[in-house]
């Protein structure tokens, strides 16, 4: 079941992509134990899936199914995960919202204080906005890669991140009190 | 194109992926609106603040030596030894110079050498062969032969099959539900396994008849990045491994102990 060619195969193409999983898992999960088990649970379905993999991108691939493990993960620990706080459409509730999304500490410590801004206005973003803009501004993978990742077309790709960059420009406005 | 048409494109003029026609009808109606201008510098500056925060995280160590330490093991003794004593630096498994090979092999004869003259013991090797056992059962999906969440469904399952009676207990009430159970060959016999779970982690538990450990609480000792415990109760042995941590690896134990076997 598990030749050596496809090891080999599965060493090559999926193993050096563990940091963009990891980055994408822990941006969705916002803790570190978490991402670490979404991104363990991701390979080992990778592993198990990696025949089905035509070879495209294996970078895009492994990405949907972190992606997937991550949602999976979402559903069940509901009520106990971080995340379900999300942002409002409203971006005027910046102060009650932020309050709910509080910057890890190791974070607070090793950013200077415009990073640290960006930092918590993205980890403030609802989820649906923030994984496109990870996708895209972190990872930099084209809205066709995108849209096979979240599973939708890719002019809504395009409207979730203009809307995304909108909500964060609201949240990053100099005029901002908490500068 | 109207003034809809071209704010819904402003992102994708941003990321360049418009067509070229697309590009040149946005950059003809931008000139001429004021919003769309000040929404494009706004985008636009907000993608190269996110583009400059050093946001991006880098995988833990650990995370990529489990990872690699669970594929299957095709790899070449050179690769394990590499890991061994490569210090946990990832992508050094490939391509060495022959002056670090050489090196190795000494290395490696005085590491054999050492093996060769200091036999492990019973219980370490024991450990050793339950570390494989729980990663092997990771790999190829065979965590469980008989997958059910219900203790009655588990049990029967290893009638005929074993020379003894495991309890199975169902904990799914304090977090660690019962996933399964499947047969196993260590220590030289066939032995009952069952599986649990605390969120993602899977947890083995071994059990086969004898009074080899210490009564519980047990110790909770660690190898390559798994929690492992020991102990034996009611004329039973039992090990449990898992790369979940120390703290909930204490807990599945506690609350094993204290529900009683159906």
């Not at chain 1, 035509?54 to 009520?79: C, K, M, P």
């Not at chain 2, 008849?209 to 000792?221: H, L, M, V």
């Amino acid at each position: 079941m598990t030749d050596p060619d496809t090891a080999r195969r599965f060493e090559t193409l999926v193993l050096p992509h563990m940091n963009s999983a990891f980055n994408v898992a822990r941006w969705l999960t916002h803790n570190d134990q978490d991402a670490q088990d979404v991104v363990q649970e991701a390979y080992l379905r990778a592993f198990r899936f990696f025949g089905g993999f035509r070879g495209e991108d294996a970078r895009a691939w492994l990405l949907s199914i972190v992606r997937n493990t991550f949602y999976t993960w979402h559903q069940q620990n509901r009520g106990h995960a971080a995340d379900t706080t999300e942002f409002e459409e409203d971006t005027h509730s910046l102060e009650t919202s932020t309050a709910n999304c509080a910057e890890s500490p190791e974070a607070m410590l090793i950013r200077n204080q415009s990073q640290q801004r960006v930092h918590k206005a993205l980890r403030c973003l609802r989820l649906e906005y923030r994984e496109v803009i990870v996708l895209r501004e972190l990872e930099e993978l084209s809205y066709k890669e995108i849209a096979d990742i979240v599973g939708i077309p890719m002019g809504t790709v395009m409207s979730r991140l203009g809307r995304g960059r909108q909500q964060l420009a609201a949240l990053l406005a100099p005029t901002d009190q908490e500068a | 194109m109207d003034h809809e048409q071209a704010f819904e494109l402003l992102p994708g003029y941003i990321d360049q992926e418009l067509s070229l026609s697309e590009s040149l009808e946005f950059e003809r109606h931008l000139a001429g609106c004021e919003q769309c201008q000040q929404t494009y510098e706004q985008q636009r500056s907000v993608s190269t603040q996110l583009r400059q925060a050093g946001l991006r995280v880098e995988a833990p160590a650990e995370l990529v030596k489990r990872i690699k330490g669970a594929l299957p093991g095709r790899r070449s003794l050179w690769e394990r030894l590499a890991d061994r004593f490569g210090g946990g630096a990832s992508g050094r498994s490939r391509g060495w110079a022959p002056v670090g090979a050489m090196a190795f092999s000494v290395i490696a004869l005085t590491w054999s050498a050492g093996l060769y003259l200091s036999a492990p013991s019973d219980e370490t090797r024991l450990t050793h062969e339950l570390v494989d056992d729980h990663v092997r059962s990771l790999q190829f999906n065979h965590l469980s032969d008989v997958i059910s969440t219900d203790r009655h469904t588990v049990k029967p399952w290893f009638d005929g099959k074993l020379d003894f009676a495991p309890p199975v207990v169902d904990l799914a009430q304090q977090g660690y539900p019962l996933v399964g159970g499947r047969l196993d060959y260590l220590n030289g016999r066939a032995v009952a396994v069952m599986v649990y779970r605390y969120k993602l982690h899977p947890i083995n538990l071994y059990v086969w008849p004898g009074n080899d450990a210490g009564a519980p609480p047990p110790r909770i000792y660690e190898q390559q990045g798994y929690h492992l415990a020991h102990w034996s109760a009611a004329a039973m042995n039992y090990w449990a491994i898992t790369d979940a941590g120390e703290a909930e690896l204490n807990g599945f134990i506690a609350n094993l102990l204290a529900h009683p076997a159906s």
